[in-house]
């Protein structure tokens, strides 16, 4: 029988697709329709960027834990989070949780070695592309990686919040996207991260100057495959 998967939800769009990717996808494993049992808990975003925004991460990390506590009373075996940024707090969840984690950055990695590229490009929420959440995961795996210019960071950051957190994608974001990443395929990068859950909303490797890795769809397949090991 296949474990009962967690999610730890942030943002909606995000959670949102991590759940649809594994029920959709769960049949490739289990046979059509079949998936395995899911769980979500979310707090709302609001509580989130209140302690994001003061820097507050081990805040951050208590109402993940809160989360995890209630979807290991409904049977969850172990846990993934769709949020990127929030796995700064990871620190202070994971010797605290109730149950085992996959982290978000690992499958990325994982994957990013397993098709031998070199060198990423990390796109994201501001505070995801400062923070060492990528970089110290890459490392091991001999993968560098380039992050946004300022100017970039902040205009990447108004898009996730005031159009693909609600849902909203447009041509005009799309075009700027494309000229981020050409900007990252002439510093060396041969694949970009879409490390902000909603980005692949927005982006994919039709529309990609490079290779996406597309962490939210990365994570909800990391989960399937653990969800039905023997």
Not at 145 to 167: C, K, S, W
Request: proline share 5%.
């Amino acid at each position: 029988m296949a474990q009962q998967i967690g999610i730890v939800g942030v943002s909606a769009e995000g959670a949102a697709l991590c759940y649809r990717t594994i029920c959709l996808e769960g049949e490739r494993y289990l046979g059509q329709y079949d998936h395995p049992e899911v769980s979500m808990h979310t707090h709302s975003l609001a509580e989130y960027m209140k302690r994001i925004e003061r820097d507050d991460w081990a805040g951050v990390g208590e109402l993940m834990l809160s989360s995890a506590d209630k979807l290991a009373k409904a049977g969850a075996r172990f846990l993934i989070c769709p949020d990127n940024t929030v796995h700064q707090a990871f620190g202070y969840v994971e010797p605290r949780s109730p149950l085992p984690w996959i982290h978000i950055a690992d499958v990325v990695a994982d994957e990013a070695k397993a098709r031998h590229f070199r060198r990423l490009g990390i796109t994201g929420t501001k505070y995801l592309v400062t923070s060492d959440v990528y970089p110290e995961r890459l490392k091991p795996h001999g993968v560098d990686h380039l992050r946004p210019e300022v100017d970039e960071r902040e205009e990447i950051n108004r898009i996730i919040f005031g159009e693909l957190a609600y849902g909203v994608t447009t041509s005009d974001s799309v075009a700027y996207f494309q000229g981020v990443i050409t900007r990252m395929k002439s510093g060396g990068c041969d694949a970009v991260v879409l490390g902000c859950t909603e980005i692949p909303l927005l982006m994919n490797d039709a529309n990609s100057p490079l290779p996406t890795l597309d962490s939210t769809r990365l994570l909800a397949r990391a989960a399937l495959r653990r969800a039905i090991e023997p």
